[in-house]
């Protein structure tokens, strides 16, 4: 699985007794390294293994295709949580891979929890679930009065946290149950409007990525070849910046809420040393630089433009 992910993922895998294999990513793409997969697959059982790859912040990872290709007794989990509407080669991500990972939360406004798992082979599962049950915080969330008003209570916040040292373990709690009726309706009005709610992401990510790529200061992730992203964040990194906190800080004071994931990635923690066969140095390097735009916070023009002047200050200043 990818090297740049979030640790939970890995302890998950590590709490079925599995054994862990981190792959290191290409700094410009965000990507797992393509030749170290193929380095351990060629030296292992593919039968025996199962790949997670991660279009990691809605950039599509184009080598699932070559891989799916090449090794077709591999298990592939494709994991598509940020990337509804991502496309390889006009094939829609998810399109490859055994089995598929959808969020009905980290793309969908006001909701808070949810997933969608899809397989080529059926899979048991149980009727008896409990359903869960949204909070006031998801039923309020769209409420344009209160967003404003949240918005201007984080921004007093106290300032971000420096980069967090290593630790020992991490657990993952699993909670069981199906997503609440609030969850899955507003799941189903983002599928229903999909290509419209795209168009619009694609215009507002155009307009900043132009904008910011004129700026030397600034390194934007890549989008490789032969593929569309999901257009939800736009990631890059400022080689300049020694405190990514502090400028964080400064850019949500004034409302622009960037943020960066993520910041401790498996290598920080000590139950997953040796995990990382072919170095973590990249991993390391994107978990202190790595810097997220979420797209829809800013599909209003004015808010965009309000985004280039604030941060173009504050890169004059370094």
């Not at 640790?7 to 030749?35: N, R, W």
């Not at 209160?146 to 918005?151: A, D, V």
């Not at 420096?162 to 657990?171: C, L, N, T």
């Not at 949500?252 to 990635?265: E, T």
């Amino acid at each position: 699985m990818p090297g740049f992910i979030c640790p939970e993922l890995s302890a998950m895998v590590l709490s079925t007794g599995k054994t862990i294999v981190h792959i290191d990513i290409d700094q410009t793409s965000m990507q797992m390294q393509t030749d170290q997969i193929y380095r351990y697959l060629d030296l292992n059982t593919p039968a025996e293994t199962c790949l997670l790859i991660d279009h990691s912040f809605g950039y599509v990872n184009p080598a699932i295709a070559a891989i799916k290709e090449q090794y077709p007794n591999l298990l592939i989990i494709e994991d598509c949580a940020r990337t509804l509407g991502g496309y390889y080669q006009s094939k829609p991500a998810g399109y490859f891979g055994d089995i598929i990972i959808f969020s009905m939360y980290k793309t969908v406004p006001g909701n808070e929890h949810g997933g969608i798992l899809l397989s080529r082979k059926p899979l048991p599962s149980k009727n008896n679930l409990p359903r869960t049950f949204s909070t006031p915080r998801e039923y309020l969330s769209k409420n344009k009065l209160l967003r404003t008003i949240h918005g201007k209570i984080k921004r007093k916040k106290s300032p971000l946290g420096a980069e967090p040292s290593m630790r020992e373990s991490i657990s993952c709690k699993l909670e069981p149950g199906l997503p609440s009726k609030l969850a899955k309706y507003r799941f189903l009005k983002e599928l229903e409007n999909l290509e419209q709610t795209r168009k619009q992401r694609k215009l507002a990510w155009d307009h900043l990525q132009q904008h910011l790529m004129q700026n030397k200061k600034i390194r934007l992730i890549i989008t490789l070849p032969h593929t569309e992203p999901a257009y939800f964040f736009l990631s890059f990194t400022i080689p300049e910046i020694t405190d990514i906190h502090s400028f964080l800080q400064r850019l949500n004071q004034k409302g622009h809420f960037l943020f960066n994931a993520w910041p401790d990635p498996p290598c920080y923690y000590r139950c997953f040393a040796g995990t990382y066969l072919y170095g973590d140095k990249n991993t390391f390097h994107l978990a202190r630089n790595i810097i997220h735009i979420a797209i829809n916070d800013y599909l209003d023009n004015n808010n965009r433009e309000k985004f280039i002047i604030y941060i173009d200050t504050l890169l004059a200043e370094l």
